[in-house]
Nanobody, 113 residues
């Protein structure tokens, strides 16, 4: 089992920045990739950014150039800049290895003036 705990969410004004953190613990060996998803009210969960064990990253088009995912051992981060109201959602950390996928509880990000 892998446990994931997110932190760093909050309320921020449009144009502001936030840094989300996700700490993984438990059987973290052979985790192939970690990712951030988000889910806004009434919308489907979407992949925001992912990073493989080799450091390869991918982003949804709507956050390219504004968000940066990084990984440091058992932690993954999401640096979010130039935030927009449409970025408002619960951000959820995910860890993946072949045959298993693990989810955190999520952290709320609200972008509003």
């Amino acid at each position: 089992q892998v446990q994931l705990v997110e932190s760093g969410g909050g309320l921020v004004q449009p144009g502001g920045s936030l840094r989300l953190s996700c700490a993984a613990s438990g059987s973290i060996f052979s985790i192939a990739a970690m990712a951030w998803y988000r889910q806004a009210p009434g919308k489907q969960r979407e992949l925001v950014a992912a990073i493989t064990s080799g450091g390869r990253t991918t982003y949804v088009d709507s956050v390219k150039g504004r968000f940066t995912i990084s990984r440091d051992n058992a932690k993954v981060y999401l640096q979010m800049s130039s935030l927009k109201p449409e970025d408002t959602a619960v951000y959820i950390c995910n860890a993946f290895r072949v045959g298993d996928s693990y989810w955190g509880q999520g952290t709320q990000v609200t972008v509003s003036s």
